[in-house]
């Protein structure tokens, strides 16, 4: 119950939102990591994340995952607060348009899919974050949004309960785009925090797997590890 209420005092207003700080400094061209922030402990030229060879073609986050953005985000999500979400669409649409601008040309139309989450989970929360924030920005950008192109298979474990070396094991399988589906080139996949990329690289294999030929991971939020 307490998990439930947790965060209901928290200023999810559209203003209160405008005001998160994105993270200004240096980020990995590829797979978007904080590199210049003084939490992160690596380089351009040594990002982990990359040498893993990422199957996506870059991705991009917003805003660094602590102090207002993390407790902002938990009481969305644990407190059943979507209202977050158009003010979330917003602040990605206006980074698209601004400071990604030169990764995000005016003629880039990408199918947006949001990551979804377990069948339980929807049932016990009512709503994904990323299916709502991603059909605010498709809106705004007049994109395509198919929130139901990418399905998740019950059974694995939260994410977020889990060592970061056990997370690529437990969501490995847990993508898979319905047989028969139509699969567009062009994606732009759609999650809330970008953690150990685990969950990025397994949808992004599913949506490969499925046809899909350029991939864009976006997240309003990387924690920094
Ligand atoms: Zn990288």
New binding site residues.
């Given amino acids: 119950m307490r998990r439930l209420l947790g965060g209901a005092r928290t200023d999810l207003s559209a203003a209160a939102i405008r005001n998160w700080s994105a993270y200004g400094g240096e980020e990995?061209p590829?797979?978007g990591?904080f590199t210049g922030s003084n939490l992160l402990r690596t380089t351009p030229s040594s990002?982990p994340?990359?040498a893993a060879c990422p199957p996506f073609d870059f991705a991009r986050s917003l805003f660094v995952y602590g102090g207002c953005v993390r407790e902002g985000i938990r009481a969305a999500k644990y407190g059943r607060r979507p209202v977050a979400a158009e003010a979330l669409g917003e602040r990605l649409f206006e980074a698209i348009r601004g400071k990604w601008s030169d990764r995000f040309p005016d003629a880039y139309r990408p199918t947006v899919i949001p990551v979804p989450i377990r069948p339980m989970k929807y049932f016990h929360r009512g709503f994904n974050l990323p299916a709502l924030v991603g059909r605010a920005l498709a809106a705004l950008a007049g994109w395509p949004y198919s929130p139901l192109l990418l399905r998740r298979s019950g059974g694995d474990s939260p994410q977020a309960g889990l060592r970061l070396d056990a997370r690529e094991e437990n969501v490995r399988e847990a993508f898979r785009v319905p047989a028969g589906a139509r699969m567009p080139a062009c994606v732009l996949l759609l999650d809330d925090v970008y953690t150990s990329g685990a969950t990025a690289a397994a949808c992004a294999r599913a949506l490969k797997t499925a046809g899909a030929g350029h991939i864009v991971v976006l997240t309003a939020a990387r924690a920094v590890l």
């Fill in positions: 990995c590829r797979c990591a990002c994340s990359c």
